[in-house]
């Protein structure tokens, strides 16, 4: 029974093995190695294209919140002429004039 055991593990290690052993050699051909440079790419394509797409959302979520800042400072304050006071604009003059 012991034997039957052991013979039995073995056979299964073998077969193991041997797939392992397929599977490299698979990818170390040509045809391998194309596939997985493929799959590299379609996986940095899929990576570029995501990121576009988030980009593009927050430029879309930006925009609507400067739109929205624009809109409220234009309808609440429209550029003024400051008033300045008469005595401001007589220092002023005086600073000028070396007074």
Excluded: C, H, Y
């Excluded at 013979?7 to 170390?28: M, S």
């Excluded at 919140?65 to 003024?80: G, I, K, S, T, Y």
């Amino acid at each position: 029974m012991r034997r039957l055991f052991w013979f039995g593990t073995g056979v299964a290690a073998g077969v193991a093995l041997t797939r392992k052993i397929n599977e490299t050699t698979r990818k170390a051909t040509p045809a391998g190695m194309a596939e997985q440079v493929g799959g590299a790419m379609r996986e940095l394509a899929t990576a570029v294209g995501s990121f576009g797409a988030e980009v593009r959302a927050g430029m879309q979520e930006r925009e609507g919140e400067l739109q929205d800042v624009v809109a409220r400072d234009d309808d609440a304050a429209r550029p003024r002429r400051a008033e300045v006071p008469d005595d401001a604009g007589e220092a002023r003059r005086a600073r000028r004039a070396g007074r």
